[in-house]
């Protein structure tokens, strides 16, 4: 027994002050704050931050080659713990923005102007004459973006269109930069009202094209506040500092603008009174 | 400095708790696992022994073999008399590696049982020389009663094991050695010493 | 010289006989032109031309945009009805000006007068090149003349004629040879002073014996000159595999002809280039194989730039039966067209028509890694694996097995078994690469 | 937008129309790249044209003609076999194939995919399979084989051209670790019709036997028996017996450019050259290269299975250093391991190095600069 | 009810084996039968249950920095109990589960358990985790034990449940058939979480890689690095 | 055949310690992603096996059975390997920034892996001599790199398929695992050990 306690106790001991030993004479420099950061990261070792560990990234945020919210897990909490270790604010906090992609022409509603015979991708259809779709601006429907987005935020329905869902959407943004149509935005969670189309032909020709495209009849631009909505080259276009009421959807006679979340039942009542006195 | 003694003392002090804590479990245990490990060795001897009524656990004698090597032989006894030996053998041409099988022999060298106690023969083919069908073959076979200690294979009377003729060959054939094994030494084995206190 | 192969390509069936025997014939002008404005590879021409202007024949409707691009021309007389975008048959919507004809054909003053193109100097030639809106012609449409000012520390030493037209379907180029082989002659002699080389093949593939007979009757005299008959495998043309046949030198991957000395010239262009300089003509028209089974009466026309693929098929009497794809080009490298208003261009070779039962779907199956792209791919790239990787967006991988080294042949999916999209994949994955390699400088 | 949001959008577009297929609703985002579907039949209105890239032109070829040129290649050894081992041959054939195919059905369907059996890759498999069986086989065993095989094997994987390992020779090897008796011991000579057929063993484990117990070769390899190897006269699975077939087969594929020669010749070669070494060294422990050659599942291993395009590498160098790999490791099993017949773990072990394999035998693309040269 | 819950949490949202991904080794070394399965998971459990308290009692005690290596001593304790005491008294299954035994060490699970859990909470708690996460364990360990036994052996705990006339598929109980069993199964499981997932409108829950990020015996030993020190640039 | 010789066979193909022992799992699916991350941790493996198996020996026939203390050998070489791969990595960090860039991400993931305690114990169990433990180490854990590379190879291979989604991931991964060793059951009875 005593022979027992006495070995094993010497090893530890040997192993454990060789080891304190070892640190010190073969010690190598540390940063103290990559060390401190490196407690804050959530060390799930995720490769979200692109780099090959927490620990590296500890170290470039502490070198001050990251920013301090590039990690994308930790999120705000993270960042503000790090803003302090490095004596920094962090400014964050604005207000949460979702995707939306700015079409609703669904093979129901817009033409095609030939049968694509090709790579099931977005990017890669674009190659040919710019996609089938008869309106050039249009969601072509082949759902890169829901490809790209790594939290299915995107739907994409039947007759081929990409919907975000912005209870999913964290905003990150990488659908934006998938699309090569460009027609996704990142807009104000908090907006309920939106125009759905990206189209800058002339009136007669985006009717040719979509029957649910912008004309650019400049209805909704007259029914909403000052400055609010505003026509760019035959589109109209939601500037989204402005709080646009729900009625001014029911303008639109083509169809073209929506209004989502709790706003919706309340802008069917006035459109259906709107369509009624007219 | 200080701040490393203190980790040293509290990891010394942890093992050294640990290290207690084993060594008195290691007391505890290191007698029933010493019998655990007799039984093992004891329940094969006894199945192969004939029938005896002493402890053959404490009846047992070392045999010098050839090479140096030594064997450990227990002896079952009817009122004292011995009537039967048990040793453990080992066939080194089995199919995967060594077969370690215990075989008991009565006192005309006619095989009572046979007991296979370590072997790495492929399972469902090899493994079952463990199998009471192919053990059973061998009790009451003696050097003198079978002409031909072979599988029938290769014209002997043992039946081996479909598709596992090798393993079969390998205890057969380590079987006769070892009885032939018992020849040589019976008379060590039947006559010297008493009852080993 | 000649009998050596490249390694891979294919041997497509040719299809050529359905125009290879009828003579260029020229196409009366239609009711309207489309003129594109970006006619050449590199940068886009500038119009200086606005709605409502009059243009004569040879009048430049568009200028250089910088070094690397021609002037545009107007193909006739008339007035410019529209500025607008049309399908371009490159696979792209451009900006063209639609031109209609006044009927009377008038050229520009100082267009269309002979006048010797002896005791030029090289510097004159080269700018009467680009004056006259001479791009390449054989596909490219790169402008000549700056194929024709090599590096100053590149040895050059031969001039090869390119005369393969190894595209099945097309026979543009082999009509010109047989109906023109002087002119192609004396514009290759130009060329050839330009780049100051000796050594000239005009190299030929064996199923044009016509061409090959008439062209070496052509250049007989000619000091320096040689006519090569090369084994018939597509894409003999292509002027790497082209150079590695004649001369078995290598052009270095990612290099340019140049890196080895040679110059390719397409036959199309060298007849171009001379009426340039000798006649001072534009570029306003050139010879396109009107073919294929989806077309009634299959013609090489000689039409003006700006004729509407619709015209050129009414020409060629009418679509035949289910015509279901339209490709300006040759079916290896074409461009499939959604629409028959698209219009002739400086690189117009041909219009292939396709009925729907010759028409194969790419349907994207696995790859079931039969190594058949391997063994066609003349630049010995692993199509398989570089495709498999571009599905999965995996463009630096597919740039580690050197996708911008694809010529986009199509060898590798003219043979795929599982009718894989695969050039359409490499042309995605160039784009990406590029956009990679601009990202990280 | 939520949910509703979105069906309200719908039906606007929608006009009253219901949709034909409900949004897909995956689980995550990764989903297989629907196809893109072919022209419609007639269109009235709209679109005439189909654009896609170049090239417009098709040599012809597909899969499933590819697949039936193995298949014809394979008949005569597969009539053979019949010929030899009557109708218990063709009843293991057509269970193979069945199963084979009915578990790609099955698999298919559950994994909500179109069910693909006219590239006839199944059919081919269960075919190699029943090829790699003994005649005496029971139902059973080969339904578990081509469970394994097509199930496991492949379907797991995605389907054709994904699977890492032959699927046929997963089947084999399982059914050879599970059932040693029925796979090994249970061998029926060859007869006419499979009439007077005796049990005996199959060369090979004539040889290790013969090793086991004498430690020396010692069996007959005269003309005589030479004769028999290369009719068929022996014991066997249904496919390995008759070597000359299975040779003539190989030829018509290299014939119609089916498969190169690369991985059958240095397989082949391998296996002869090194057998042939040890037997110059050690003639009384190391027969004649000859028997290994033409005895055992090597002609339909290096002929059919390790070509098999989707398991062995895609680059010239690579089919060379996958033949001589197998042969290496096959000449490695027979003569120490445990196994009498090493094709089937050879060919999976190389399968397993072919991604390392394509991956260092990249080839080098037309005109790459010369790195040495360049430095 | 709390109690309840963390106990249960082991059986299917945070399974070891099939939701963690973690032990591996055992898993597919010891699950020739159901009963292996059974007295791994019990051994297991006996060592996470008593290393799991003691770790929670002494963390307080414990400086930050030698916490591993005096977690591991602990659990290397129970462990070596574990050996011995099977080896006397349960000594034919001890000579099964071989090797294994002692290599309950560094199954990830327990130290995976007491740093992230034990060392955080009251001991109770930390007993209830320990007993949770071991019937996790054990039942899957049974399962998988189960399957491979009743296809490969034609028997359940030993006993034959086909007849003679069954002939088992070998490959089942040989290593092939342990990782395939263990593949298949995982991908089972996968699905029905999936489904589950989609029935209650979340996003399904699947660890695609087994990183050793779900493994915490990774992370330093001792912990000596001088971090009063001054960075040098 | 020579031991040493038998052995070197028996550990590297015949019982292959990731593939027909289960030894070393959690590395073998972790750090199989890619292959150059393979071959990588393939190495620092051989280097921390070799060196626990000689150290591990020493310990156990000059302390433990000396003192009749071998019921501590679990805890005993846990301690001594854990101690001394963090003594090699504090040592590399110093010395050789090469090396340790090249090891030493991985030094720290092998510490504790079953398969460096499993090595130490079964050069015990076999009663190897220090010589014979050491190859054995050496061997053990080539034979752990050939299957995590070839396993490498297959993986990022699989990554480009098109697997049924709840397979994607560990699970195919398992199941490839089990071909591979269905494909190294051929090696049985090579040698016997
Ligand atoms: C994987 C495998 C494992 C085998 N295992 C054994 C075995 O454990 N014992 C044995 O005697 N034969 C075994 N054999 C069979 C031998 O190789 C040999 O074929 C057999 O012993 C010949 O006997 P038979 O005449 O009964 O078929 C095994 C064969 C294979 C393929
Ligand atoms: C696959 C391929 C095939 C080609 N085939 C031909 C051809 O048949 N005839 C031709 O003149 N140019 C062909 N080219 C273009 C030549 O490579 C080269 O660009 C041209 O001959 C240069 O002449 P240009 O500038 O006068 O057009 C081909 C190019 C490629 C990539
Ligand atoms: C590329 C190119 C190809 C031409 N091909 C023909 C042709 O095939 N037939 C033809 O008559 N003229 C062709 N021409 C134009 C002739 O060289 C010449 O300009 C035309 O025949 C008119 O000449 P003429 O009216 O003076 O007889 C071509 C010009 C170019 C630039
Ligand atoms: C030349 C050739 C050989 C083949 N060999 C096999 C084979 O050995 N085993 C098999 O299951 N399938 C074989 N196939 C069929 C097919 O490739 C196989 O089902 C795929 O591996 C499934 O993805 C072969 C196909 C070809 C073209
Ligand atoms: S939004 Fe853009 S990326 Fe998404 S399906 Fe439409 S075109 Fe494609
Ligand atoms: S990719 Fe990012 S921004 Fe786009 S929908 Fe998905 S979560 Fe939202
Ligand atoms: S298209 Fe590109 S990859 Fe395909 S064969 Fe031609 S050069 Fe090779
Ligand atoms: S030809 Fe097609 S199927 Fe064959 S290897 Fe190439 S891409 Fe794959
Ligand atoms: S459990 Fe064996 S390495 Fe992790």
């Known amino acids: 027994m005593l022979t027992a306690v006495i070995a094993l106790a010497a090893l530890a001991l040997l192993a454990a002050f060789g080891l304190a030993i070892a640190a010190r004479v073969f010690a190598v420099p540390h940063n103290p704050k990559a060390d401190e950061i490196e407690e804050v990261l959530p060390g799930a070792n995720c490769g979200a931050c692109a780099l090959p560990g927490c620990a590296e990234l500890a170290r470039r945020i502490a070198e001050g080659k990251a920013d301090i919210d590039a990690c994308p897990v930790g999120g705000e909490s993270a960042a503000h713990t790090i803003a302090a270790i490095m004596g920094m604010e962090f400014e964050g906090g604005a207000e949460r923005e979702v995707a939306l992609v700015l079409c609703k022409g669904s093979d129901q509603v817009a033409a095609k102007r030939f049968f694509y015979n090709g790579i099931y991708d977005c990017n890669s259809a674009v190659l040919v004459f710019g996609g089938d779709k008869a309106c050039t601006y249009g969601c072509l429907g082949l759902g890169t973006c829901a490809g790209v987005c790594l939290f299915g935020a995107i739907d994409m329905v039947p007759g081929g269109l990409a919907v975000v869902d912005p209870e999913k959407c964290t905003g990150c943004a990488q659908c934006v930069a998938a699309c090569p149509k460009g027609i996704i935005k990142m807009v104000p969670a908090s907006r309920k009202l939106h125009i759905l189309c990206s189209s800058h032909d002339k009136g007669g020709v985006a009717r040719k094209h979509c029957k649910v495209a912008c004309i650019g009849c400049m209805k909704c631009v007259k029914a909403a506040p000052e400055g609010a909505i505003t026509m760019d080259n035959f589109l109209a276009v939601v500037d989204y500092s402005f709080e646009i009421p729900a009625e001014v959807a029911a303008e639109c006679p083509m169809n073209t603008i929506i209004v989502t979340g709790d706003a919706a039942g309340a802008c069917e009542e006035p459109a259906a009174a709107a369509g009624g006195d007219a | 400095m200080k701040e490393i003694i203190r980790l040293c003392f509290v990891l010394t002090l942890i093992t050294a708790v640990s290290a207690g804590v084993l060594a008195y479990v290691n007391q505890q245990t290191a007698e029933p696992i010493a019998r655990a490990l007799l039984e093992e060795k004891m329940s094969a001897v006894r199945s192969v022994l004939p029938p005896y009524d002493n402890e053959p656990d404490k009846d047992m004698i070392t045999i010098m073999i050839e090479g140096g090597d030594s064997i450990e032989v227990y002896r079952g006894r009817k009122d004292g008399t011995v009537t039967g030996a048990a040793f453990a053998i080992v066939a080194s041409d089995g199919y995967s590696g060594d077969i370690e099988f215990m075989i008991g022999v009565d006192g005309e060298g006619v095989m009572q049982g046979l007991m296979v106690l370590k072997h790495l023969e492929t399972p469902g083919l090899g493994a079952k020389i463990e199998s009471e069908d192919f053990r059973g073959q061998y009790s009451g076979k003696s050097l003198e009663n079978t002409e031909l200690w072979e599988v029938t294979r290769d014209g002997g009377t043992f039946i081996p094991i479909t598709g596992a003729t090798i393993s079969s060959r390998a205890i057969t054939k380590t079987s006769a050695k070892g009885l032939k094994l018992f020849r040589e030494h019976k008379a060590e084995i039947f006559e010297e010493g008493e009852v080993q206190e | 010289m000649g009998s050596g192969r490249f390694f891979g390509g294919v041997h497509p069936s040719y299809n050529k006989g359905l125009a290879d025997s009828s003579a260029i014939v020229e196409m009366p002008l239609p009711e309207r032109l489309v003129v594109f404005f970006a006619q050449n590879l590199g940068v886009p021409s500038q119009p200086v031309v606005k709605k409502g202007d009059e243009v004569k024949k040879g009048q430049v409707i568009a200028e250089a945009g910088g070094f690397v691009s021609t002037p545009v021309h107007a193909p006739t007389s008339g007035t410019i009805g529209s500025i607008d975008i049309y399908p371009s048959p490159v696979g792209v919507d451009a900006p063209a000006a639609v031109l209609v004809p006044d009927g009377k054909d008038e050229w520009f003053e100082g267009c269309n007068v002979e006048r010797s193109s002896e005791g030029l100097g090289v510097k004159k030639i080269k700018e009467m090149i680009h004056d006259k809106g001479i791009v390449g012609m054989g596909g490219a449409t790169f402008p000549t003349h700056v194929k024709l000012s090599p590096l100053a520390e590149k040895k050059m030493d031969l001039l090869v004629i390119n005369g393969a037209e190894c595209e099945p379907y097309l026979t543009a180029d082999h009509r010109l040879m047989v109906e023109h082989a002087e002119g192609i002659r004396d514009g290759a002699s130009l060329f050839a002073t330009v780049i100051g080389v000796r050594n000239v093949v005009v190299a030929i593939e064996k199923n044009k014996p016509d061409a090959i007979e008439v062209m070496c009757k052509a250049v007989v005299g000619c000091q320096g000159f040689s006519v090569e008959a090369m084994d018939v495998i597509y894409p003999q043309g292509a002027e790497k595999q082209l150079i590695y046949t004649l001369t078995k030198r290598k052009v270095p991957a990612g290099g340019l002809p140049m890196d080895v000395g040679v110059l390719v010239q397409n036959v199309g262009t060298a007849l171009a280039a001379y009426e340039a300089v000798r006649y001072n003509r534009p570029l306003i028209q050139r010879v396109v194989t009107v073919t294929g089974s989806g077309i009634r009466e299959p013609k090489n026309v000689l039409a003006r730039v700006g004729t509407r693929f619709e015209d050129l098929v009414k020409f060629c009497g009418g679509l035949e039966g289910d015509a279901a794809k339209c490709i300006n080009g040759g079916p290896m490298m074409g461009v499939a067209q959604y629409s028959l208003d698209a219009a002739v261009t400086k690189g117009t070779s041909g219009l292939v028509i396709l009925r729907q039962e010759e028409v194969t779907q790419f349907v994207s199956d696995a790859c079931i890694r039969c190594a058949r792209c391997l063994e066609v791919c003349p630049m010995k790239l692993n199509p398989s694996a570089l495709s498999i990787f571009i599905e999965k967006m995996r463009f630096e991988d597919a740039n580690e097995y050197n996708v911008m080294d694809c010529i986009e042949c199509g060898c590798c999916a003219y043979v795929c078994p599982s009718r894989r999209p695969m050039v359409h994949h490499f042309r995605r994955a160039k784009a990406e690469v590029r956009k990679l390699q601009r990202k990280t400088g | ?375 | 009810m709390k109690a309840w819950d963390e106990f249960i949490k082991g059986f299917w949202s945070e399974n070891p084996i099939f939701r963690l991904v973690l032990g591996l080794c055992p898993t597919l070394a010891v699950t020739t039968s159901a009963e292996n399965g059974l007295a791994m998971g019990f051994a297991s459990t006996f060592v996470l249950v008593c290393s799991n308290t003691v770790i929670s009692s002494m963390r307080r005690f414990v400086p930050k920095k030698v916490r591993i290596p005096a977690y591991i001593v602990a659990i290397a304790t129970f462990v070596t109990i574990v050996d011995l005491v099977m080896n006397g008294y349960f000594h034919a299954l001890h000579k099964s589960l071989g090797l294994f035994i002692p290599l309950i060490v560094v199954n990830c699970i327990i130290l995976g358990r007491a740093e992230a859990f034990a060392s955080k909470n009251p001991v109770w708690v930390a007993i209830i985790d320990g007993f949770g996460m071991g019937f996790g364990f054990t039942v899957s360990l049974i399962v998988i034990g189960a399957i491979r036994e009743v296809i490969g052996n034609g028997t359940i705990f030993n006993v034959s449940i086909f007849g003679d006339g069954y002939l088992p598929l070998l490959l089942m109980i040989l290593p092939p058939g342990a990782f395939i069993v263990l593949g298949v199964l995982l991908g089972l499981m996968n699905k029905v979480e999936i489904a589950m997932a989609e029935r209650s409108g979340r996003q399904p829950i699947i660890r695609r890689e087994h990183d050793c990020a779900s493994c915490t015996i990774h992370t330093k030993w001792f912990d000596f690095s001088e971090k009063e020190k001054p960075t040098v640039e | 055949m020579p031991k040493l010789v038998i052995i070197i066979i028996s550990a590297v193909l015949v019982n292959n310690f990731v593939l027909m022992r289960f030894l070393g799992i959690c590395p073998f699916l972790g750090v199989s992603k890619r292959v150059s991350t393979a071959a990588g941790m393939s190495g620092a493996v051989l280097f921390v096996m070799t060196m626990a198996s000689v150290v591990t020996w020493l310990i156990y026939h000059y302390v433990l059975v000396p003192f009749g203390l071998t019921y501590l050998q679990t805890v005993s070489f846990i301690l001594v390997i854990a101690s001394l791969v963090q003594l090699v990595e504090l040592v590399l960090q110093k010395l050789s920034p090469a090396l340790y860039k090249a090891l030493g991400i991985f030094l720290p993931l092998i510490t504790t892996n079953c398969a460096v305690l499993g090595v130490s114990v079964l050069n015990i169990q076999k009663e190897f001599t220090l010589l014979e433990a050491t190859i054995f180490g050496a061997g053990a854990a080539v034979g752990f790199g050939v299957a995590m590379v070839l396993f490498s190879g297959l993986r990022e291979r699989i990554d480009l398929c098109d697997t049924p989604i709840p397979f994607r991931g560990t699970a195919i991964g398992l199941v490839t695992a089990g071909l591979l060793s269905l494909a190294f059951m051929g090696f049985t009875g090579l040698v016997k050990l």
């Not at chain 4, 012809?60 to 298949?71: A, D, E, H, L």
């Not at chain 4, 059914?175 to 019709?193: C, D, E, K, N």
């Not at chain 4, 484990?205 to 010692?218: P, V």
């Open chain 4, 1 to 375: 937008m939520a949910r509703k949001d979105l069906e309200v959008l719908l039906e606007d577009n929608m006009e009253g129309k219901t949709p034909e297929e409900k949004p897909a609703a995956e689980p995550t985002h990764e989903k297989p790249a629907p196809r893109p579907g072919p022209r419609p039949k007639k269109a009235e209105v709209g679109p005439r044209f189909v654009v896609s890239s170049s090239p417009h032109m098709h040599d012809g070829r597909t899969v499933s003609q590819i697949m039936r040129f193995v298949i014809i290649a394979l008949a005569p050894a597969a009539l053979y076999s019949i010929y030899i081992f009557g109708l218990d041959a063709l009843r293991v054939i057509l269970i193979s194939t069945a199963s084979a195919m009915i578990f790609e059905a099955i698999s298919q369907k559950i994994m909500k995919r179109p069910v693909a059996l006219r590239d006839s890759s199944a059919a081919l498999t269960g075919l190699l399979l029943a090829m790699n069986l003994p005649s005496t086989s029971p139902w059973w065993l080969i339904v578990v084989g081509n469970f394994f095989a097509i199930v496991i094997a492949k379907q797991l994987y995605g389907g054709l051209g994904y699977n890492p390992f032959n699927p046929a020779l997963v089947g084999r090897v399982v059914l050879l670790i599970s059932f040693p008796v029925h796979m090994t011991a249970r061998w029926v000579t060859a007869s006419r019709f499979g009439t007077d057929a005796v049990t005996t063993a199959t060369p090979l484990s004539q040889m290790k036997e013969s090793l086991a117990t004498l430690g020396h070769i010692d069996i007959a390899f005269g003309r005589e028996e030479i004769f028999d190897l290369l009719i068929g006269n022996r014991a066997g699975c249904l496919g390995e017996t008759s070597v000359i077939l299975l040779a003539l087969g190989g030829l018509f594929l290299i014939w119609k450019r089916v498969i190169s020669w690369r991985i059958p010749v240095m397989f082949i070669g391998a296996v002869w050259a090194m057998t042939g070494i040890f037997h110059l060294f050690d003639p009384a422990h190391y027969i004649d290269p000859s028997f290994h050659v033409i005895t055992g599942g090597l002609f339909i291993g290096a002929i059919f299975m390790a070509t098999d395009y989707v398991t062995s590498p895609v680059t010239k160098k690579g089919m060379l250093i996958f033949g001589a790999g197998c042969g290496i490791i096959t000449v490695l099993i027979r003569l120490w391991g445990a196994y009498p017949e090493g094709v089937s773990f050879a060919i999976l072990l190389m399968n397993a190095a072919t991604p390392l394999i394509d991956r260092y035998t990249k080839p080098r693309v037309f005109g790459a600069v010369d790195t040495k040269a360049a430095a």
